[in-house]
């Protein structure tokens, strides 16, 4: 089992920025890879970011050039860093992490942090 907890979101003016902490607890050994989602309200969770190992990383489209996403191997933990944020990028972000199970993978959440940019 792996527990995830976030912390870091708040309010910030459009412009501002912020970094989002994921901490990983458990069997953090076996995690692939990480990822951020968010959820804005009335809106389906989206995919934000993702990083697997070996560093590889995604993007959205919406969020390529001002989001950055990375791990701090040592402290089993991933970040969110988010600048140039826009009133869209408001929403409760949450931390996944995918991990071997005995003979299966399978997926951590974490309790979400809301995010909320100001015009």
């Known amino acids: 089992q792996v527990q995830l907890v976030e912390s870091g979101g708040g309010l910030v003016q459009a412009g501002g920025s912020l970094r989002l902490s994921c901490a990983a607890s458990?069997?953090?050994?076996?995690?692939?890879?990480f990822a951020w989602y968010r959820q804005a309200p009335g809106k389906q969770r989206e995919l934000v970011a993702n990083?697997?190992?070996?560093?590889?990383?995604n993007y959205a489209d919406s969020v390529k050039g001002r989001f950055t996403i990375s791990r701090d191997n040592a402290k089993n933990t991933v970040y969110l860093q988010m600048n140039s944020l826009k009133p869209e990028d408001t929403a409760v972000y949450y931390c996944?992490?995918?991990?071997?199970?005995?003979?299966?993978?399978?997926?951590?959440w974490g309790q979400g942090t809301q995010v909320t940019v100001s015009s």
């Open positions: 458990g069997s953090t050994s076996s995690i692939k890879g």
């Open positions: 990083i697997r190992s070996g560093e590889t990383t």
């Open positions: 996944n992490a995918l991990y071997s199970n005995s003979l299966s993978l399978a997926v951590s």
